[in-house]
């Protein structure tokens, strides 16, 4: 295999792995936002299961959650993981589905549902830090305006929110895109996985050290935009 | 006639009781000035007036409208208390300027969002929104920041910040304003400008209750001088009769902690 084809085939794996990445972020931070807010409720019935939850997820290693998602809904179905219900899920993504045309995209369905809720939780302690600092006062002076609570948190809170947490955001968001490579723990063909079928089938090791590029691209041109969103934010001080 | 009319209010946090029935009125245009030492709950009664706290008991009412009534409270909807707290203005200590807005939007901003709830707003927004900053434009010339319309609140000294909020509170056109401690976060020299500002709204009649610690500032200014201790007014007056002439042993033994600092 020459050096082409092989880019290719790791291409293929890469889309799978920013699919993977691009979903979680998008659907993580709207349920961790929920999670922040539940995580800051009066109501106890809702505030303490949501932060004895949060405190689950975040204290198990993704990889388990992975699995606990993945086998877990079988288990409970008929006792027996030999058929995965997640395995018989077409999705008919029409996405690069890799060289190899494995009837994956039904697990990368528990691969997100995992990544989703595990990143919503670290968001969310994120997302309430944030809220929680921002001073009562700010929220005073809102309301002695006349304005109504949701214009307070829109147009007052939220992007001194935004300001105060792009940094811890970015962190994880960073974290997130090498997290991805644990999807291979259940065999979804993303680049990790298609440098480690081209070991085992072509024995061809280089492959492997390769997709560190694809990586390395990907977290540069992350680390640009995000420093851009702090400086575009840099013209107050909250 | 009686403009504002404050009675009975009590207010407790747990169990330590805050403030025990406080009475006062004040007529429109006056300027009242509200002193006492740390902890008596003057930052508290001026919270209750302005829906920041719920008193437990008591009323107030403006121009004989009864905006707060500790009896039926509860049954007031948002939009009620919203509209009700509206009559007032409120400037803080440590002005909370929204930081991310510079010194027209923030005080164009809470008339912009109430301008967007009028029924004519879609037909005139354009013209709406100029009267609105044409109108904060004057505001910020009255408390001479016109220079600085595009600054943001940290490219301001204190000084300028706590005029800015001035300037925003005013842009809602509040019945009465309240001012707590306005110059206790400011460095001494620049106390003097606020002060300035504050003696130029009671010129133009401009109703307004002063929290301050500044003896001589509420003399100059004040119709009426409350001095509270303990969460109760403990005597009040003309500014003569309360600091020439107080009759309270408290109030004097305050008074003479004041001269002798
Ligand atoms: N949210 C609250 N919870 C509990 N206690 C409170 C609360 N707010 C105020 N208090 C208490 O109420 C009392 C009066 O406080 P307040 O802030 O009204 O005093 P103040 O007269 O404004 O004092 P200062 O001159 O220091 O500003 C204080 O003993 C304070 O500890
Ligand atoms: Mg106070």
């Known amino acids: ?238 | 006639m009686a403009y504002l009319e404050v009675k009975n209010i009590y207010k407790r946090f747990g169990k330590t009781e805050v403030l025990k029935g406080i009475d006062f009125s004040m007529k429109k245009g006056q300027v009242v000035s509200i002193i006492g030492s740390s902890g008596s709950g003057k930052t508290t009664l001026l919270r209750c007036l302005n829906f920041l706290e719920i008193a437990d008991a008591g009323t107030f009412s403006v121009n004989d409208k009864v905006l707060f009534d500790a009896e039926n409270q509860k049954v007031l909807t948002d939009a009620q208390v919203r509209e009700n707290r509206l009559h007032f203005g409120l400037v803080f200590q440590n002005f909370n300027l929204f930081p991310q807005y510079n010194v027209l939007e923030n005080v164009c901003l809470a008339p912009k969002l109430q301008a967007k709830e009028r029924p004519d707003y879609k037909a005139n927004a354009k013209k709406i929104n100029a009267e609105i900053e044409a109108k904060a434009h004057k505001l910020i010339d009255d408390v001479g920041l016109s220079a600085k319309c595009e600054a943001y609140p940290c490219e301001l000294s204190g000084g300028q910040q706590q005029r800015v909020a001035i300037a925003r509170a005013l842009a809602l056109d509040p019945e009465i304003l309240f001012f707590d401690e306005p110059t206790s976060a400011l460095d001494p020299e620049l106390t003097g400008e606020i002060l300035k500002v504050i003696k130029e709204l009671a010129q133009r009649d401009m109703t307004m209750v002063i929290v301050t610690h500044e003896m001589q500032f509420a003399a100059e200014v004040s119709d009426q001088v409350i001095f509270m201790d303990g969460g109760v007014i403990v005597e009040q007056g003309t500014p003569d009769e309360v600091f020439v002439h107080p009759k309270n042993e408290r109030t004097k033994a305050f008074l003479s902690r004041y001269n002798n600092a």
């Open chain 1, 1 to 238: 295999m020459d050096f082409l084809t092989i880019t290719q085939d790791l291409l293929q794996g890469f889309g799978i792995t920013c699919l993977l990445f691009i979903m979680t972020l998008i659907l993580a931070i709207p349920l961790g936002l929920l999670f922040a807010f539940c995580s800051m409720s009066k109501i106890s019935v809702i505030k303490i299961p949501t932060k004895i939850f949060i405190w689950i997820i975040r204290g198990i290693p993704l990889m388990l959650f992975i699995f606990v998602i993945y086998y877990l809904p079988s288990l409970l179905a008929d006792g027996n993981a030999s058929l995965n219900i997640f395995n018989t899920i077409d999705l008919k993504m029409t996405i690069a589905a890799g060289s190899n045309e494995l009837l994956w995209q039904g697990r990368f369905l528990a691969v997100l549902i995992a990544f989703v809720i595990n990143y919503a939780c670290y968001f969310s302690e994120i997302f309430r830090g944030g809220i929680e600092s921002v001073s009562q006062g700010q929220y005073e002076a809102g309301y002695v305006l006349g304005m109504t609570k949701s214009q307070v948190f829109f147009k007052v809170v939220l992007k001194q929110v935004i300001k105060r947490i792009v940094p811890a955001l970015s962190n994880e968001i960073i974290t997130l895109v090498k997290d991805t490579a644990l999807a291979n723990a259940i065999a979804i063909p993303e680049i990790i996985k298609c440098a480690k079928d081209m070991a085992s089938s072509q024995a061809l090791i280089w492959p492997l050290f390769y997709t560190a590029a694809f990586y390395l691209l990907f977290v540069g041109i992350l680390t640009v935009v995000l420093n851009r969103v702090e400086k575009k934010l840099s013209y107050f001080k909250a």
